[in-house]
């Protein structure tokens, strides 16, 4: 009789080791208390948030673009960069005595973006040094503007003729050089045929 009660308390003490040891390995309080789920539910438990709709959408391109340009997760918010433009020059309307060039920003990418403020604009020799000085802001601010794809928005950059308001012209550039609002990246543009003169270059903001 007291060999089967001992027997039994052995096969007792062994048979709640197990689930000792796996609440101590995962960390769980109180889970020496829960049977451990089967090996099947435990595999797949891991697997169900992933593959919930919302969760596959966060870790899309597309969102993650947007969550870093700081505009939310809305297509269209996320700011424009470098590498997801193109650049192009050419000269507009005259009048007065002032030269005015249109620059224009293109969306390569699949996604709209945005652009909002003044771009950094800048001369440049074929050495990397820059002519004259960077290109100053002119007038305010039009607002946050969206770029649909194969879509463009618009800057005017803003000059003098030769021999008005008493001064010369620079030496010709090599190099465009712009940074569009907000980026750290630049934008390069060879042989852009741009004429500063009269020491007033400026650049308005981004507009349509």
């Not at 010369?168 to 980026?183: E, F, I």
Request: with cysteine; glycine share 14%.
């Amino acid at each position: 009789m007291s060999f089967a009660l001992v027997a039994a308390a052995c096969d007792g003490a062994s048979s709640s080791g197990a689930p000792a040891g796996a609440a101590a390995h995962t960390g769980s309080p109180g889970s020496e208390q829960t049977p451990a789920p089967p090996p099947d539910a435990a595999s797949s438990a891991p697997a169900t948030p992933p593959s919930s709709p919302g969760t596959t959408a966060a870790t899309t391109p597309g969102s993650a673009t947007a969550t870093a340009g700081g505009s939310g997760s809305a297509p269209g918010s996320a700011r424009c960069t470098a590498e997801g433009l193109t650049m192009s020059v050419r000269r507009a309307d005259a009048g007065a005595g002032h030269l005015y060039y249109r620059l224009t920003f293109v969306n390569k990418s699949a996604h709209p973006c945005t652009l909002t403020g003044f771009p950094g604009v800048s001369l440049i020799k074929r050495d990397g040094s820059v002519i004259g000085v960077p290109a100053k802001r002119e007038g305010a601010s039009q607002g946050r503007r969206v770029i649909a794809p194969g879509k463009a928005a618009n800057v005017t950059l803003h000059t003098l003729n030769q021999h008005i308001n008493g001064s010369g012209c620079w030496a010709g550039a090599d190099y465009l050089r712009v940074y569009p609002p907000g980026s750290k990246e630049a934008l390069t543009l060879r042989d852009p045929q741009l004429r500063i003169c009269g020491d007033r270059f400026t650049t308005s903001s981004v507009g349509g």
